[in-house]
Antibody, heavy 121, light 108 residues
Framework: QVQLVQSGTEVKKPGASVKVSCKAS????????MHWVRQAPGQGLEWMGL????????IYAENFQDRVTLTRDTSTSTDYLELTSLRSEDTAVYYC??????????????WGQGTLVTVSS | SSELTQDPAVSVALGQTVTITCQGD??????PSWYQQKPGQAPILVIY???DRPSGIPDRFSGSKSGDTASLTITGAQAEDEADYYC???????????FGGGTKLTVL
């Protein structure tokens, strides 16, 4: 079955960087885009960016353009999100989600289980 | 505009019908997708495309769209439907995606 498995909980100090992984299985990895979404405690979902299927292009949300880097390793079917210059407001659960599209729109399915990143001194 | 607006909270009596709305300019061009999220869990897709449900989603969930407003309707709400619901769409002019603020559904 299609599955996205993310790396485990991270605790970082302000100013540090974090790298979260998302390993895909059960489908052709290079046929789908991958979205990244985060959710701060008690808050809603926030779209962060998109990785292209062959890993040759990315799109970042305006709020994260200067601090986030998405990468893809097609040999291991794994996507990565790296966030730099961490601050307390970056404390959140980070999700990857596979993109599917049609002529009517786009949707995210499935989602990874989420990775909690806590930023604290 | 890249904003999607949802009511923060909605309640419904057990077995009754409830509609959750999502409003934004991008919906004039694209159909949104809808996600259910229960506490401590990752979101799951419940409605996509014009009005499609993934395997395993009960047929009491349905979607519709008119103009700049989309709706998620639960016909005969069950206790297990109590959750947060989010709409999502691509921006109408840019390759960016946006979520609505979410609607907390309470089943009374």
């Amino acid at each position: 079955q299609v599955q996205l498995v993310q790396s485990g909980t991270e605790v970082k100090k302000p100013g540090a960087s974090v790298k979260v992984s998302c390993k895909a299985s059960g489908y052709t990895f290079t046929s789908h885009y991958m979205h990244w979404v985060r959710q701060a405690p008690g808050q809603g979902l926030e779209w962060m960016g998109l990785m292209f299927p062959r890993g040759d292009n990315v799109i970042y949300a305006e709020n994260f353009q200067d601090r986030v880097t998405l990468t893809r390793d097609t040999s291991t079917s794994t996507d990565y999100l790296e966030l730099t210059s961490l601050r307390s407001e970056d404390t959140a659960v980070y999700y990857c989600a596979r993109d599917i599209s049609s002529s009517y729109g786009w949707w995210f399915d499935p989602w990874g289980q989420g990775t909690l990143v806590t930023v604290s001194s | 505009s890249s904003e999607l607006t949802q009511d923060p909270a909605v309640s419904v009596a057990l077995g009754q019908t409830v509609t959750i709305t999502c409003q934004g300019d991008s919906l004039r061009r694209f159909y949104p997708s809808w996600y259910q999220q229960k506490p401590g869990q990752a979101p799951i897709l419940v409605i996509y495309s014009k009005n499609d449900r993934p395997s395993g989603i009960p047929d009491r969930f349905s979607g519709s769209k008119s103009g700049d407003t989309a709706s998620l309707t639960i016909t005969g709400a069950q206790a297990e439907d109590e959750a947060d619901y989010y709409c999502n769409s691509r921006d109408s002019t840019r390759s960016l995606w946006v979520f609505g603020g979410g609607t907390k559904l309470t089943v009374l």
